[in-house]
């Protein structure tokens, strides 16, 4: 009898949890029929369009001039030691030797700049100037040239 019990416990038990399980032909069903539902949404619903308007903006040019950069303007009082010195200099180096400054400046008169040397009496430092021009603009486009090879090239004005 306890035999019986169990096995028809076990009988109904898996029954059970055959009948439980799902297919996936029931979830196909509905997903299809959601969609059928929302397609017939779509058709029945009219689609507004509105017209997207851009407004026309006018275009000024511009001219460029080069920056007046006074990042790294300097101004000292300063003595040639060789050559003529203009108010504004670009400095490609800065020595306390005399004989350091000479082959620095004898490297960019091989280059073809016009280099010269300047001393600072109050620190007595030589500077030597790869260009030496009147107008800042032309010491900045200079000194922007020099800083590929140089990149601690700066524009001194000399009092």
Known sequence: MKRNLILSMAILAAFALVSCKSTE??????YDKAKQQ???????TPVQVTPVVTP????????????????D????????????LKAYNV????????DNA????????????????????AT??????????????????SRDKLRSTYPDAWVLYAK
């Open 56 to 71: 026309v903006q006018t275009v000024t040019p511009v001219t460029t001039t080069q920056p007046e950069d006074n990042s």
């Open 25 to 30: 032909s029931s979830y196909k069903k509905a």
């Open 38 to 44: 929302e397609q017939a949404q779509q058709v029945n």
């Open 73 to 84: 303007l300097r101004t000292e009082n300063l003595t040639a030691v060789s050559g003529t």
């Open 102 to 121: 000479n082959n620095l400046c004898s490297t960019l008169k091989n280059k073809g700049y016009s280099a010269i040397i300047a001393q600072n009496p």
């Open 124 to 141: 007595g430092m030589y500077r030597v100037i790869a260009t030496s021009t009147n107008t800042k603009s032309d010491a900045i486009s």
């Open 91 to 98: 400095v490609c180096g800065s020595f306390r030797s005399l």
